[in-house]
């Protein structure tokens, strides 16, 4: 099962893939992580949908990642007397705390904390900013507004407000109770969704207490101003562009995209760049020409995974759509190009023993342009330390850990191997060796460089790095 690319491809489970048997074939298609999107499943369908992954992951006996994605707090208006209105450009409208059902120049707002955050001049996008408002005057229970271009609403659209901070917790109720029971079901990444600030990151943190990694969406613009430290906090980033476009002029995604996927390859955590990638495949059988280089610049920026939400959910094509991703990845990281620009952004180490370790691994296998680079790996650290170098060899973590395995997968270019913890160096030397020629990474006579800690199966201690022949050691 050995992939032919280094980015991960990511792919959310729905009507269209929710069965054992598309699983698996989506799986051996190219999918290395699954996405439940906790907005439209039960605890009993993520339960079932999780079984169903772990069926396949025994079956082939590979790790497989499994990312349970939060709702979040969704902000909505309320209903209207007809089917839906329209709005006309240069009118006055009104959102407000009155229950009845709206009209034309009013409708409920049935969120009090948006009435206490909002100030005139601040805009509002209403239904994935079809219609834009401004608000002009602001009461307790009342925001008189300018329709800045407007449209036809119809009954529970979606607010975003990218001028507000608003004081909302990144979790309701909802999402602690999903929390809770996809941490206790053992599922790999915790999304957090609409991250406002570290905060929010903090206090999932504690809810998860250790139990799955915490991957932060980056989707509103107030986290943009708090970017590194919740990068401090968190697990893993998703560049989440649907809501992010629609709260930022359009015109400055790719720029952020490019700033958050840099930063995050900085900070040694795993980025993951989604929403709309390949959306044409949810009912075509081809991508559109745009589609193709969209998911193509993400490869060339490095990201660790791009990710599929309705292609593969409910589209008509959802293996295509996967067989298309893999195709495209591959395809870029062979273009000539390719190398230079990776390692045009690739940063300094840190002064730590793992950085400094996994730094002189990938110059050590480009000296001696070695088969492969193993890494041992108890937390998964150093095999995040030696993604981020970015190197053109393979990369082998070996580790003890099934939870470390199927949480790396998400992880550029690492190739996990279950295995026991080793006794001393030459078990090391000849267990690394043995796995890499058995996985199809190193022949006969061929070098590879491991890294390790001393003592031996200690987190945190990656502090050696040993060339070896696979001759010598592989039995």
Known sequence: MRRKRNA????TVGPASNTEEMIEKLFLTGVDVFRINMSHSSHEEMRHIHSLIRKVEQKHNRPIGVLADLQGPKLRIGRFAAEEVEIMTGDEFTLDSDKTPGNKKRVYLPHPEIFSAIKPGDDLLINDGRVRIRAVEVTENRIVTKVVYGGVLSARKGVNLPDTMVPLAALTDKDRADLEAAAQDGVDWIALSFVQRPDDVAETRKLVRGRAGVLSKIEKPSALQSLSEILDLSDAVMIARGDLGVELPVEAVPGWQKRI????RKAGKPVVVATQMLESMIDEPVPTRAEVSDVATAIFEGADAVMLSAE???GKWPEKAVETMDSIARSVEHDPLYRSIINAQRNDPEATSADAISNAAKSVAETLQVAAIICYTGSGSTGLRVSRER??????ALTPSIKTARKLAIGWGLHCVLGEDVQDQDDMVNRACQVCAKEGFANHGERVVIT???PFGTPGTTNMLQ?????????
């Open 8 to 11: 991960k491809i990511i792919a």
């Open 261 to 264: 996927t840099r930063s995050a």
């Open 312 to 314: 593969s959910a409910m």
């Open 391 to 396: 190197p053109e060899f393979p990369i082998l």
């Open 452 to 454: 390790a800690g001393v």
């Open 467 to 475: 060339i070896a022949t696979i001759k010598d050691f592989c039995n």
